[in-house]
């Protein structure tokens, strides 16, 4: 071949060979510059078919265009040999790199930067590479970093190139589902990245054997070393990412690259020479060794104590406490819950409660070999409780090497109460409001009604009450008089303490509802005064970033509740709200996986309808149907369901039974203290029945109902033909207006 014209390509010499073809360094005599031409095996190619889909996957390949990876510049056929024509560049693979060895953390982390970038641009246009490994990433002499070989990849809903019972790939590289033969996703590439990373960071691929079914056993049943054992140079968390990376189970892996991007360049803002993330921990619900089965509300009370006492500290990261909850009563390895919160250790303990006296059993054990790093048994009375949350809490500050900014004379768990008996019912209180029940509500507010009257200097129980009010109102009982009661409590928890965070975050959930006509500037300076008090109140970044995308101010909203993750990365309720939020975006896919991982004990159906909505907005109409089906058995008349109901219904052409769930959202859902979702659903549906009249008028309720989302009313789909409607384009401009009068510094 060397020397030969091909088409207008002048090969000059031969650069590599593998399974997937021939590789060859070439000049464009028509204009001059130097290319890459890629001669494809004909094995790949059996058939017109598959020159069709060769052809169309890697048409829309070429269409890439990202400084990460390679530009494809033409396919063709000459002489029956099949060929890509790519940008060449001049430099080194990854391959060739390591085989001087591992890289150092500050190199790695750049070129895996890099590489996460330019998978999140292929798969954000639903394209699967399906072949990534370090032969297939190029740097050039000035440090560019190149994905090579999108001209073999995969579109999504396109079918495979390669034929039945063939799979494409290099197997040492290849996620447990594609080694199988199985249909994959982005998710796979994380994987075989994943695999690259470890490379990386070891010099060693993670999967080995002595044949193909060895590698294949590997791949599905093997846990890898971990990458700090064969290099401790690496950092804890990068080796954590790695891992994460090559979870055998595709929705235990990151589902989205610019996710594990994100994490990367978090880690190189590190100081050189210091990549240490700070160190983590996850405290789980205390077991209950009492003969009793109801003290279950002490030995919880006794973990979620100690975790707002350890947020507090500065260089600890604490896992949610919805999110170490999850694990209550399950008998899971401690190393698989450590990889599921996402943290190096774990605090697990249980508790002995007989009359006035306590046996508290507590270790902290290391996530990544099991061993205990401190265990202590405490037996004292119950009025020590305090002073034991203390001690245990110093133990682990101590066990994990961090230094306090506080003086051991100062408690660092905060004496709330000094009336043991107050403490006991407040416990009792805050275990029934987390259940989330309506029932369990009724009983939350008789309890801390009772913690007040014990104790009328218990600030924290006064806010707590408030809350349950609010969640009495907004979810089950709309009355004015559960209002009214929150707002005296709100005032007696701040009179008590004005220092109160979490009062303050109960007065911006107060004032924000539609009997207040929703002030989102009060609501959003009453979650700015909390966050001020108390940097690690995970809550306060959460609601200020619902007020602030409700008004529009998605970017900001997207950038608090960054913040929220960074505090509590495992918290299921922020990524619920962050699945909001995309959904918002436009960004469909990643609101679905996000809303699916969200809180699945929603007391209005909300996490569900939305899901329902991402499916409809990706035209998964079939599946939003039948999961509406399951929702209507399951929650009966919901308004909130039965909005989106109409939505779906209206785009069959079935517009009849979509007034009637209209109708029925009308009479059920006004109360709601977030009807004006529904007035937009509402509003949607009345478009797609092309009834514009009533679809603008509902647009306007929404808008004035506490929901002025400018950005969401540009870009929803479902208001396609309305755009040119003199009404529409009124509302637009006004509600622009408004949009860009809003300053809200966060």
């Not at 790695?242 to 189970?249: M, S, V």
């Not at 991982?597 to 939305?610: N, Q, T, V, Y």
């Amino acid at each position: 071949m060397i020397g030969k014209t091909i088409s207008h390509y002048r090969i000059l010499e031969k650069l590599g060979e593998g399974g997937m073809g021939i590789v060859y360094k070439a000049e464009d005599t028509k204009l001059k510059r130097t290319v890459a031409l890629k001669f494809l095996p004909h094995h790949l190619l059996a058939n017109e078919e598959d020159k069709t889909r060769f052809l169309h996957e890697a048409q829309a390949a070429s269409a890439l265009n990202h400084p990460n990876i390679m530009t494809i510049h033409e396919i063709d056929e000459v002489d029956d040999q099949s060929f890509i024509t790519m940008e060449y560049i001049e430099g080194e693979t990854l391959k060739d790199k390591l085989e001087k060895g591992p890289l150092k953390t500050k190199e790695l982390l750049k070129i895996a930067i890099a590489v996460a970038d330019g998978l999140n641009a292929a798969h954000e246009q639903e394209i699967v590479h399906r072949d990534i490994k370090s032969e297939n990433i190029m740097i050039s002499k000035a440090g560019l970093v190149k994905i090579m070989d999108f001209g073999l990849a995969k579109r999504k809903g396109m079918s495979r190139i390669t034929k039945v019972g063939s799979t494409l790939g290099t197997l040492a590289y290849m996620s447990p589902e594609q080694a199988e033969g199985s249909e994959v996703d982005g998710r796979s590439d994380l994987f075989s990245f994943g695999v690259v990373m470890y490379e990386m960071a070891t010099g060693q691929l993670p999967f080995k054997g002595e044949h193909d079914a060895a590698i294949l056993y590997s791949i599905v049943n093997e846990a890898p070393l971990p990458v700090t054992t064969l290099n401790p140079n690496i950092p804890q968390e990068l080796d954590r990412f790695i891992h994460k990376a090559l979870e055998k189970e595709a929705e235990d892996r990151y589902q989205h690259a610019d996710d594990l991007a994100a994490d990367l360049k978090k880690l190189e803002k590190e100081p050189a020479g210091k990549i240490e993330l700070p160190p983590s921990i996850a405290v789980l619900p205390f077991v209950n060794m009492s003969a009793d089965p109801e003290q279950e509300y002490f030995c919880d009370g006794m973990a979620e104590e100690i975790i707002n006492a350890l947020v507090n500290v500065e260089g600890l990261r604490v896992a949610a406490r919805t999110s170490a909850f999850a694990f209550k009563g399950r008998q899971e390895d401690i190393r698989k819950i450590g990889k599921a919160l996402n943290v190096e250790t774990v605090l697990e303990g249980s508790v002995r409660k007989a009359r006035d006296r306590l046996r508290i059993i507590a270790q902290l054990i290391n996530v990544s070999d099991g061993y205990h790093l401190w265990s202590e048994r405490y037996d004292r009375e119950l009025e020590d409780v305090f002073a034991i949350q203390d001690e245990i809490s110093r133990a682990i500050v101590d066990a994990l090497k961090i230094k306090l900014r506080i003086t051991k004379e100062k408690q660092l768990v905060k004496r709330t109460t000094e009336n043991l008996k107050a403490y006991d019912t407040y416990l009792r209180g805050i275990y029934c409001y987390n259940l989330r029940t309506r029932k369990d509500n009724d009983r939350a507010i008789q309890l801390l009604e009772q913690t007040a009257e014990l104790d009328p200097g218990f600030a924290l129980a006064f806010a707590s009450l408030a809350y349950a009010y609010i969640e009495k109102f907004f979810a089950y009982s709309p009355q004015k008089k559960w209002e009214e009661k929150a707002f005296v409590a709100i005032e007696k928890a701040l009179s008590l303490d004005p220092e109160l965070a979490e009062a303050y975050v109960a007065k911006g959930l107060l004032i924000w509802t539609k009997s207040h006509h929703f002030p989102h500037e009060q609501a959003i300076a009453e979650y700015q005064r909390a966050i001020a008090i108390k940097p690690s109140l995970a809550q306060a970044h959460d609601e200020l970033a619902r007020v602030l995308w409700h008004v529009g101010l998605i970017d900001k909203a997207h950038e608090v509740l960054q913040t929220a993750m960074e505090i509590n990365p495992s918290d299921v309720k922020v990524n619920f709200r962050m699945g909001m939020l995309e959904l918002q975006r436009g960004n469909y896919e990643r609101a679905l996986s996000l809303l699916r991982e969200g809180p699945k004990e929603s007391i209005i159906g909300e996490r569900d309808a939305l899901i329902v909505l991402s499916l409809f907005y990706l035209d998964r109409k079939d599946e939003a149907t039948a999961y509406l089906e399951v929702l209507d058995e399951a929650l009966g008349d919901n308004p909130e369901v039965a909005s989106i109901e109409a939505i779906c219904l209206a785009a069959k052409g079935k517009g009849k039974e979509a007034i009637t769930k209209i109708n029925l959202v009308i009479e059920k859902g006004k109360n709601f203290g977030h009807f004006h979702h529904m007035t937009n659903n509402i509003a949607a549906a009345y478009a797609l029945m092309n009834k514009k009249k009533q679809a603008l008028d509902w647009l306007e309720e929404t808008a004035n109902d506490g929901f002025p989302c400018y950005p969401w009313f540009e870009k929803d789909p479902c208001l396609q033909n309305m755009r040119n409607e003199p009404r529409f384009k009124a509302l637009m401009k006004r509600m622009r207006k408004q949009w860009e009068k809003l300053e809200v510094k966060v």
